[in-house]
């Protein structure tokens, strides 16, 4: 018998209407344990440099977590796996919510979709029953109306579903996949790919059970793990809709203004005002699956619908559009989810067009009339409905910040502020760490390699040396012995050798929760996180799964995917990582110096070390190259074989 794992994965030739299921392959599972590991090694063998994103071959994989569907705290995450259209690169989005514990209930691991559909269709999975079914009479429903009408139609009210809106379906690059209230799959195009396929949604019921190892002392581990969080769901009940030190510094410079401190510190002045405005809009907080954490806070827009809000969500697009009000905030997020689209890509570029207008560079001619502005919501509410559908200045908008501003040209690429061609967030400009995640993510989003140790200047713990010794002694240090002397050392300047550490470990860390299918939230982001390092990871999979797995192993195992996922982008001409050339010339505004103290202009010749170091501990060259005897001490030896057939190899450091 098989535990933990379903045991079975789903082939959907769309091209073809051919459906096959397939027995999983438990060496498969072993190396790269599921979820995020198992999609990368199906994209490798599969999904060549010859193969362009929108090309039918292209594959959309949706793995559920190894620990999906168990009694394991926060075990809810599906990835899906893809060609990027947006970076041309491996692309992938984790997705919480309840579609991957439900998959699991079905009886699979993993659904791999290729072709193209000639007609619009879905996908409806109850259990042993998997049919592709018309769809005509959803497309150009919005995400909403879709799952409405498909729960109707299935008469399945407990049925998980994904789907695109209208922005998939006109292959917006920012298009998202959306799933329940708040909840989507975003970033690097993935609901692009889904509306390139004709694929309007993924329905899924199932009513089997998910087989444990050793469920006894994994009761035991997990009361353990629940027995950590009250202070989580407590922080996450009294979540303010508007933190000052967090939210507003974030994303409030580079393309939104080049000098927005006015508007910043006009609404951090007005924070608790704007705090106070925003809790009527409450409805109540609704959590994933096996979660009572319950981060999204739903609310109710103006036409009735429910919003998830989560995160930053709570206040970036007041951000962007300058409108510091958390109704215009939800209308704006409203229409994101309705036309699935990826908020904080959306975000990015509504603010980008305008700035472009103030400065002369976009013209009315441009607009379609349209006078564009900061501080007018209607104005961004307008510019979101026509990127979803491709209307005028909204068909530029579409292609993303990069591209948009290649076709714009008259000095707009200066403000398009991306990584790796992808919109991203801004907060990491003045804390070293986060900018040297920026750069290396295979995300590129530096939100991937957040550890629950913060690092200066952003750390505002004043703990004693008998605190952190305390600290490194509890139950909530779970991280290997090396880190424990630069976690001490964080505060003396910045640890910069500590902080390559620990971007190195948080992207092994990443890679088990994407794997596994844990929250990033409980198992990695918070400094008191209820469920602690590699080693809890370890033992969590060992009780599920019968693996007799130690921390050194997953340690390895976790190395192995992220060595996968690099080779995967060398092999699709990525070489040394970078941010945009832009973000050096950004000099800490008042307003940040105020809140975090001084902090140094990013430079590029620190970063260009600290990228340096990381490759180093990596084992790559400075190209960013695996090199050989890396990839044969990770068992990628196959991997390094069709490297060199193509003329890749590492030069010797």
């Known amino acids: 018998m098989i535990y933990g794992w379903?045991?079975?994965?789903?082939?959907?030739?769309?091209?073809?209407?051919?459906?096959?299921?397939?027995?999983?392959?438990?060496?498969?599972?072993?190396?790269?344990l599921g979820a995020?590991?198992?999609?990368?090694?199906?994209?490798?063998?599969?999904?060549?440099?010859?193969?362009?994103?929108?090309?039918?071959?292209?594959?959309?994989i949706i793995g559920a977590g190894v620990l999906d569907g168990t009694i394991v705290p926060f075990a809810n995450r599906t990835a899906i796996t893809f060609k990027s259209p947006v970076t041309g690169l491996l692309g992938?989005?984790?997705?919480?919510?309840?579609?991957?514990?439900?998959?699991?209930?079905?009886?699979?691991?993993?659904?791999?979709?290729?072709?193209?559909?000639?007609?619009?269709?879905?996908?409806?999975?109850?259990?042993?029953?998997?049919?592709?079914?018309?769809?005509?009479?959803?497309?150009?429903?919005?995400?909403?109306?879709?799952q409405l009408m498909l729960l109707k139609e299935l008469n399945e009210k407990n049925a998980q579903i994904l789907c695109i809106g209208p922005a998939g379906e006109n292959k917006v690059y920012a298009a998202s996949i959306e799933h329940s209230i708040g909840i989507s799959a975003s970033r690097r195009g993935v609901g692009t790919i889904m509306g390139d396929k004709n694929l309007k949604a993924i329905a899924v019921r199932g009513t089997k059970d998910v087989y444990i190892a050793r469920p006894a002392p994994l009761y035991q581990l997990c009361q353990e793990i629940l027995g950590r969080t009250g202070w989580l769901l407590d922080a996450w009940d009294t979540f303010p809709f508007l933190d000052?030190?967090?939210?507003?510094?974030?994303?409030?410079?580079?393309?939104?203004?080049?000098?927005?401190q006015r508007e910043v510190w006009e609404a951090l002045e007005r924070q608790k005002e704007i705090g106070e405005a925003c809790k009527p809009l409450k409805v109540r907080r609704l959590g994933c699956s096996n979660c009572g954490m319950r981060c999204r806070q739903i609310q109710r827009a103006s036409d009735g619908r429910l919003v998830g809000?989560?995160?930053?969500?709570?206040?970036?697009?007041?951000?962007?559009?300058?409108?510091?009000?958390?109704?215009?905030?939800?209308?704006?997020?409203?229409?994101?989810?309705?036309y699935g689209l990826d908020a904080l890509a959306v975000q990015n570029v509504v603010a980008f067009v305008i700035d472009l207008y103030e400065k002369g560079i976009l013209t009315k001619k441009d607009t379609d009339g349209m006078h564009l502005e900061f501080g007018n919501i209607d104005v961004a509410l307008t510019l979101i409905k026509k990127m979803a559908y491709r209307e005028g200045i909204g068909d530029i908008m579409a292609e993303g910040a990069y591209r948009a501003a290649r076709l714009i040209g008259r000095g707009a690429e200066k403000y398009a502020f991306t990584t790796k061609k992808l919109e991203c967030r801004h907060d990491f400009l003045f804390n070293p760490q986060d900018a040297l995640g920026e750069a290396v993510s295979d995300g590129a989003d530096h939100h991937k390699l957040h550890t629950e140790v913060p690092t200066p200047p952003y750390d505002k713990y004043d703990w004693s040396p008998e605190e952190e010794e305390a600290y490194i002694k509890s139950e909530f240090w779970g991280h290997?012995?090396?880190?424990?002397?630069?976690?001490?050392?964080?505060?003396?300047?910045?640890?910069?050798?500590?902080?390559?550490?620990?971007?190195?470990?948080?992207?092994?860390?990443?890679?088990?929760?994407?794997?596994?299918?844990?929250?990033?939230?409980?198992?990695?982001?918070?400094?008191?996180?209820?469920?602690?390092?590699?080693?809890?990871?370890?033992?969590?999979?060992?009780?599920?799964?019968?693996?007799?797995?130690?921390?050194?192993?997953?340690?390895?195992a976790a190395q192995r995917i992220q060595c996968l996922?690099?080779?995967?982008?060398?092999?699709?001409?990525?070489?040394?990582?970078?941010?945009?050339?832009?973000?050096?010339?950004?000099?800490?505004?008042?307003?940040?110096?105020?809140?975090?103290?001084?902090?140094?202009?990013?430079?590029?010749?620190?970063?260009?070390?600290?990228?340096?170091?990381?490759?180093?501990?990596?084992?790559?060259?400075?190209?960013?190259?695996?090199?050989?005897?890396?990839?044969e001490k990770l068992d990628l030896r196959y991997v390094h074989q069709e490297l060199e057939r193509r003329g890749i190899a590492a030069t010797p450091v």
């Open 36 to 60: 995020k590991g198992t999609n990368t090694k199906i994209l490798w063998d599969r999904v060549p440099p010859e193969v362009a994103p929108f090309s039918p071959e292209n594959l959309l």
């Open 92 to 146: 992938y989005s984790i997705l919480g919510g309840h579609f991957g514990p439900e998959l699991k209930y079905a009886g699979y691991d993993t659904i791999v979709i290729s072709g193209k559909s000639p007609v619009p269709v879905y996908l409806w999975i109850k259990d042993d029953t998997v049919e592709l079914r018309d769809a005509s009479h959803l497309w150009g429903k919005d995400t909403q109306e879709t």
């Open 480 to 556: 290997p012995k090396e880190l424990e002397e630069h976690f001490r050392n964080r505060k003396d300047g910045v640890n910069y050798e500590g902080m390559c550490q620990w971007t190195c470990y948080a992207d092994e860390c990443a890679a088990v929760n994407d794997s596994l299918g844990l929250c990033a939230w409980c198992a990695g982001w918070l400094d008191h996180p209820p469920i602690t390092g590699m080693a809890m990871f370890a033992h969590l999979l060992s009780l599920v799964t019968g693996m007799d797995i130690d921390e050194t192993e997953l340690r390895k």
């Open 244 to 260: 000052a030190t967090y939210h507003l510094p974030m994303g409030a410079y580079g393309n939104f203004r080049e000098d927005p």
């Open 309 to 338: 809000l989560k995160c930053s969500a709570h206040t970036r697009s007041m951000i962007a559009t300058e409108v510091f009000d958390g109704q215009a905030n939800m209308e704006f997020v409203n229409l994101c989810e309705k």
């Open 565 to 631: 996922v690099r080779s995967y982008n060398v092999r699709e001409g990525l070489r040394r990582d970078a941010v945009a050339e832009p973000f050096f010339d950004i000099k800490p505004p008042e307003y940040v110096k105020q809140i975090y103290g001084e902090v140094d202009q990013l430079d590029r010749n620190s970063l260009n070390k600290w990228i340096d170091r990381f490759y180093e501990l990596k084992g790559c060259d400075k190209e960013g190259i695996p090199t050989k005897e890396t990839l």
């Open 6 to 32: 379903a045991g079975t994965d789903l082939e959907i030739d769309l091209s073809k209407g051919n459906i096959e299921k397939k027995e999983g392959d438990y060496e498969l599972y072993e190396s790269y």
